[in-house]
């Protein structure tokens, strides 16, 4: 029996066979008429199905950063609420509060300030210089009776933190006084000992009143210096 070779099929579109049927000849026909009409299908819910069967199998996806996280907020026990914010989201308030002024000392201070100190003075002035001084030495007597504190001594305490911030920013401060990390300006400025004990006893403001004020003020304990450090 000799075997056929039959023409291979070939897959159309609606619009093909749409064009190639209205090419026909009546003889082709069987007379019957035809009508096409496109059906969307719905593949929504087949697409939905075939996820819900896959998604056993499928790992986990991981959340993009700063998307669909809900905030959370923690009270602690003195009443405060603590917010989670999103991460990598700014918020308006960040926005708002970015800074657009140019960067540098202005034209004012380049003309009116003219040494170290009075540099160092435009932020951290006598009376707030006066003010830490009085209450790290109220809050040191309270173990040691004749401990005692300067103002001149103060200013050199916090000259060492802005000079190992750039000089040596990693690794603990006492550091600064060892062989191997020894900076030489610190130590010639005050003793380790020293340094040690004026930032055990470190106040700004006074024990004996923070109750009461922080009632009203949650930061009552660095507050008055804060606000003047922004001021200046």
């Given at each position: 029996m000799a075997s056929v070779?039959?023409?291979?099929?070939?897959?159309?579109?609606?619009?093909?066979?749409?064009?190639?049927?209205?090419?026909?000849?009546?003889?082709?026909?069987?007379?019957?008429?035809?009508s096409f009409v496109q059906q969307a299908t719905d593949t929504s819910?087949?697409?939905?199905?075939?996820?819900?069967?896959?998604e056993p199998n499928m790992p986990p996806q991981k959340r993009p950063r700063g998307t669909g996280k809900p905030s959370q907020?923690?009270?602690?026990?003195?009443?405060?609420?603590?917010?989670?914010?999103d991460i990598g989201m700014p918020s308006a308030e960040a926005n708002r509060s970015c800074f657009t002024a140019q960067a540098g000392p202005t034209e004012s201070?380049?003309?009116?300030?003219?040494?170290?100190?009075q540099s160092f003075l435009c932020?951290?002035?006598?009376?707030?210089l006066q003010t830490i001084r009085e209450c790290t030495v109220h809050q040191a007597r309270r173990t040691?009776?004749?401990?005692?504190l300067s103002v001149h001594e103060l200013m050199a305490f916090i000259s060492?933190?802005?000079?190992?911030?750039?000089?040596?920013?990693?690794?603990?401060?006492?550091?600064c006084w060892s062989e191997g990390f020894l900076v030489p300006v610190i130590k010639e400025t005050m003793p380790r000992d020293r340094f040690i004990s004026?930032?055990?006893h470190l106040r700004f403001d006074d024990r004996d009143t923070r109750a009461e004020r922080v009632k009203t003020d949650k930061f009552a304990a660095i507050s008055d210096i804060w606000t003047r450090f922004n001021e200046n």
């Open positions: 070779s039959l023409p291979r099929r070939k897959n159309l579109s609606a619009q093909q066979a749409l064009a190639l049927l209205q090419e026909m000849d009546e003889a082709d026909s069987d007379g019957g008429e035809v819910s087949e697409e939905s199905e075939k996820e819900t069967e896959q907020s923690h009270t602690a026990k003195d009443s405060t609420v603590w917010v989670e914010e201070a380049k003309r009116k300030i003219t040494s170290v100190l932020l951290l002035d006598v009376g707030m040691e009776p004749d401990w005692n060492i933190l802005f000079v190992r911030a750039i000089m040596c920013p990693v690794g603990a401060i006492v550091d004026i930032m055990q």
